[in-house]
């Protein structure tokens, strides 16, 4: 069967955006980078001369982080299954993470554990989308509030001015893809996808699981905010712990649009951009990203990878 050439031209457009796409991305990486080497040697030696006592208390709180996920998913599943068999999950997804980007690879791995466990689909990838609702709620909450009690931060956010005719453009975007939902609404796709969105309101309706999922997520960046924080501690540095929620935000940020596992490179290049900006010295904020990417990056990968083979074993 001869190929659509407008078909072909079109896929052709849009893997060039996405490579112009993600150069644009690298180069602003490897500035930010750049611009670090020449306080390398003086960040290995803050390193070396880290006061271990801190950094053991931020692995303390890197631990907490997945007793905190699991807790989020244990309370938006119904606690229908055993808090330890999530953990278990939770801990694989230290390896599962590592394979694809943004994220992907956890979601997935928890699919897979729901639909093996009795859900549905559309159940199960509603309780993995409520969970990332939630994360993003539970940031914007604690944002919100810090922004609030210190609105002196706002001077340091450079927003693009999105003028009424953008605005306009979006809106009209997003009718058309809706009324397109609506006339495709009986396609297979759709109707999953139709049936997961009604499954997440189901799961985000106000209740105590809810609540309660809402209060792991805000402990999960809690304390991922904490651990950044005493990884400059470590070091000599300051970074309390309000200006780290947002250097870390913007780190998220930055990862979750570079297409590595795990965001390497852009959660970097975003940590080190954001305590840039909040006045920690060049030499420190490389060292701590260095310490706070090797206990949320790196050292969840053996206890994820020996998780992931047991959940493996158990549902081949």
């Known amino acids: 069967m001869a190929r659509n050439p407008v078909l072909q031209f079109n896929a052709g457009k849009i893997r060039h955006r996405k490579l112009v796409f993600q150069l644009a991305i690298f180069c602003i990486i490897f500035f930010v980078f750049a611009s670090q080497l020449s306080s390398l040697e003086a960040s290995l030696d803050a390193l070396r001369q880290a006061d271990l006592s801190i950094v053991a208390v931020a692995f303390l709180a890197v631990c907490a982080t997945f007793l905190a996920a699991a807790g989020a998913y244990s309370a938006l599943s119904g606690f229908s299954q055993s808090y330890l068999s999530i953990l278990k999950v939770q801990i694989a997804s230290g390896f599962a993470n590592r394979l694809l980007p943004a994220g992907l690879g956890g979601m997935g791995l928890y699919t897979f554990y729901f639909r093996k466990n009795g859900f549905t689909l559309p159940n199960a990838t ?51 893809v809706a009324a397109l939902l609506y006339v495709i609404r009986n396609h297979r796709f759709v109707r999953y996808m139709l049936d997961s969105i009604s499954a997440v309101r189901v799961s985000l309706r106000i209740n105590i699981r809810t609540l309660v999922a809402v209060v792991c997520s805000m402990s999960l960046t809690s304390l991922n905010v904490l651990a950044l924080s005493l990884c400059v501690s470590s070091v000599s540095g300051t970074l309390p712990w309000t200006e780290a929620l947002l250097v870390l935000s913007a780190g998220t940020l930055l990862g979750a649009v570079v297409p590595t596992p795990g965001g390497i490179g852009g959660v970097e290049a975003g940590l080190l951009a954001g305590m840039t900006a909040f006045g920690v010295p060049a030499a420190m904020g490389f060292a701590s990203v260095l310490l706070y990417r090797s206990l949320t990056y790196w050292l969840p990968i053996l206890p994820g990878l020996l998780a992931f083979n047991q959940l493996r074993k158990r549902y081949a």
């Open 126 to 176: 509603a309780v993995v989308a409520s969970n990332n609702i939630l994360g993003i709620l539970a940031n914007f909450l604690l944002i919100s509030t810090i922004l609030i009690i210190n609105p002196h931060y706002l001077d340091q956010l450079k927003l693009p001015d999105a003028g009424l005719g953008t605005i306009g453009i979006i809106g009209g975007l997003l009718g058309i």
